[in-house]
């Protein structure tokens, strides 16, 4: 069970950076890149070195050794958002709602009677393919994320494209997925113009705007059968156009997998073309907030920690530390300047509870998963969590205890919402009991369901349907189909 800690610094984490760096010595005669400076740093005698190095690597038979030289990922990516305005399939400007699909963007009111649709905007593409007699392509581009900030409008999609040629009898692969980033200014929220367009090599794991930039982290994996060049290796699109990262902004850490995290930052207000910088090596885990990227690599007795700082839109130098222990998740990690550290809210997580929410100032909500069931519970918010009242619910409520975004709590209306399999129930509750009170029910995931509170209104929304519940009356008000 956690500790009862405001905030628990891990003693052993580094809090200063990298250190000078000095050239490499000249690397043996083998297919290695060849490395021309290191950083690196130590926390003692017993805390593992972590480094990063600064590689040259201009040549692509280079990189293939470097890439081999690394293992391929066998775990799931881990990569999370933390910041105010932090990727989503929903953003509210004032009473404009932008819905994210898998192929485009749903424009709403929220007005009193019930949503309106305003517009829509076509971002993505299903999937379209050539076949030719020495040639084969085919490209889809899916909607990932979009943000809203100020004026403008940011949608974030994942472009698959691969292609197959024959050559002097020789047949070479490509695959040239990316990320793509669509800008739009949004002076009039009902009608976005599009402004410009770029693209970041990998796939979309973590985004989120601060201030007037747009920072984007990609993933990108290397195979044992990628053939390295442009769309594969770190580099960015304006359009057709790809430009390589230089040498000088791929760090190749002195650990990991076969593959690298890609920070790009963006000027939104512009729409300039981006900064961007790689960590090789880096590709399992990682957190994004308003200071940098912090990219874990699991290591023995910890993690190695390589930190990208952002001042001024512009991404510095990597800072390597250790992260000694284990977490048990990206949730409980927060960046604290150069380092990492553990935080918590000073409460004392109710035994068995797999999800907590303060009801108000006195009072704890918590779902617990059963066997087949799930508990949801009111207790005090003393140490004892003394059970004040409960209801079992369906199996088809385990999934809310990982979607706390979408989980409503009105302790002055005495009302609780949670989203379910099949859409989502509103309970009430008087301090003794949970009643249920109402249901909307819609077939998309649940993990793509959100809420918007507006006075006495709550808009329940997913990529199929817009809710508008009156809480006054306790009804469902109008329902919008996209």
Known sequence: MRKNLILLVLSTLLLTACGEKQPSETPAESAAPEQTAVSE????????????????????????????ALPEREGERSYESRGDCAGDIVAVSGDVVYVLGDYGVEICRLEA?????????????????????????????????????????????????????????????????????????????????????????????????????????????????????????????????????????????????????????????????????????CGEAGLLCERGFYGLIPAEGGSAVYFLGVRDGSIGEPVCSFLSGSYGSLSELTGA??????????????????????????????????????????????????LLASRTLGWDFHEAVDEDCAIYTDAERGLVGLPVEDGYTLFSCDGSSFDHVLDCYSSDLSSYRRVIARGNRLYVLDRQRLFTLDLENLSIRNTLIF
């Open 41 to 68: 740093m130590k926390d003692s005698a017993s805390a593992p070195a972590v480094s990063v190095t600064v590689s040259p690597v201009s040549d692509e038979s280079r990189l293939a050794a470097l890439f081999a």
């Open 113 to 281: 009677d019930g949503a309106v649709l305003l517009s829509a905007l076509d971002t993505g593409f299903f999937w379209d393919e050539a076949d030719e007699e020495d040639s084969w392509s085919g490209q889809e581009k899916q909607c990932a994320a979009l943000m809203v900030s100020e004026n403008r409008l940011v949608v974030l999609s994942d472009l698959f494209s691969y292609a197959i040629s024959s050559a002097d009898g020789q047949w070479q692969s490509v695959d040239a997925s990316r990320c793509t980033v669509d800008i739009y200014d949004i002076s009039d929220p009902e009608n976005p113009v599009w402004m410009r367009s770029f693209s970041q090599t990998g796939c979309e794991s973590a985004a989120l705007i601060t201030g007037d930039k747009l920072y984007l982290v990609t993933d990108r994996e290397i195979y044992r059968d990628d053939t390295l060049g442009e769309g594969t290796v770190p580099g960015w699109w304006q359009g057709e156009a790809w430009t390589a990262l230089s040498p000088t902004a791929q760090y190749v850490c002195d650990r990991g997998i076969s593959g690298y995290a890609q920070l790009g930052v963006y000027d939104l207000e512009k729409a300039a073309e981006p900064s961007c910088c790689a960590l090789i090596g």
């Open 337 to 386: 300047g150069d380092t990492l550290c553990l935080l918590q809210d000073g409460t004392l997580t109710a035994d068995g509870a797999h999800w907590q929410r303060r009801y108000d100032e006195n009072r704890l909500l918590t779902l617990t998963v059963e066997e087949s069931s799930v508990r949801l519970a009111l207790t005090d918010g003393s140490s004892a969590h003394t």
